[in-house]
């Protein structure tokens, strides 16, 4: 059997008393003795700090660099380019249409890219693209996990917390996916507008690991709140965001589940002429135009993709696990793949004036692959010990469109 790694901030973690988990491969910290709600409350109202190197990091140079990202990803790393330097949400995909892994594509400088994925994936993606680098001369692909390491901080007042620590540089533009480079610490930190989390204040930190051992004190001493992988969960599933064997990979049927199942994933696809005829290429642009129907109410392509992943909204008492099985009234229409209860806080007033209170409740909320036919608003049931519950098919729990707070969406 295999020994787990532990990321750099291994001790920082057990000297704040975190409770350490294995979990993908990893010993990762799943909660601090304040606990999993209290951690995702400090991320929605202050600055939650994520010790994320456990992921994968992959540089890819040399010049065939930018024709072997076309081929092997679903977005168009064109776009990354030396006047538009920054990040995309994309995915390694398969002949048929399914994911490898989702991943993000960063572009800090121009002799370069990283790319970041799942780090219960890493091997397996790292084989999958090692195995496609022959067909391009001039590609290096370069594994700096142990190297490098990768802070998560996400929240409405990750900026102001960050722009104190700033010695030289600035954050990336206000826009999400941009990107920079600054010095903290004595240490150069590359930045990216990127997160887990649906916060529209949101960053991603990059470092050596030498220079970037000190990031994390210094995040903590600035007021930033350290969340481990429990409270993470739940605020990916609050903003509706996708964890890779559960909303891609296999379905529990054992079918692979098509990338564009999972609706959002339409934004890290790209048909641009400009990729030529990539890995999945004519699957996805099958999944994509049954999507689009799909969402405009026509379902004539059903068969193209018979399941979607939608976000439920429980009206019932109960807590929706994975694998629980959803029903509308007699028919059996999918299962669940992601649900738990999930703090939030209490907001007063609305629009951009909205603020939250210091109340907070708690509401069970799921994601569930089922029917393309069963569309939002329509009434569903969920099996959960042997009882039906009621629950509501929605658009999404989350809203994020009105900086500095990411803000529920109660039924």
Known sequence: ??????TPFYECHEALGARIVE???????????????KEHLATRKGAGLFDVSHMGRFIVRGPKALAFLQHVLTNNAEALDDKRIGAQYTVIPNEAGGAVDDAYLCRF????YLLVVNASNRQKDWDHLQSRVGEFG???LIDRTEEMVMLALQGPTSQDLLEQMIEAGRLPEPTRNAVGIVTIGGARVEVSRTGYTG??????LFAEREGG???WDLLVEKGATPVGLGARDTLRLEAGLPLYGHEFGLDLEGKEIPILAFPLARFALSLSPLKGEFVGRAALQKQLAALEKILSQDLSAISDLPRVIRPIALTGRGIARAGA???KGERHIGAVTSGTMVPYWVFEEEGSLAKPTDEHKMRPLCVALIDSDVLKDEEVQIEIRGKAVDGVVVGRHLRSDTPPYARPIVR
């Open 213 to 215: 051992l000190a990031l």
């Open 325 to 327: 099985k959803v029903f």
């Open 199 to 204: 916060e529209p204040l949101c960053f991603e």
């Open 109 to 112: 400088d121009e002799e370069e």
């Open 1 to 6: 059997m295999s020994q787990t790694q532990r």
């Open 138 to 140: 001039g590609v290096e």
């Open 23 to 37: 979990f993908g491969g990893w010993d990762m910290p799943i909660q601090y003795p304040s606990g999993t709600v």
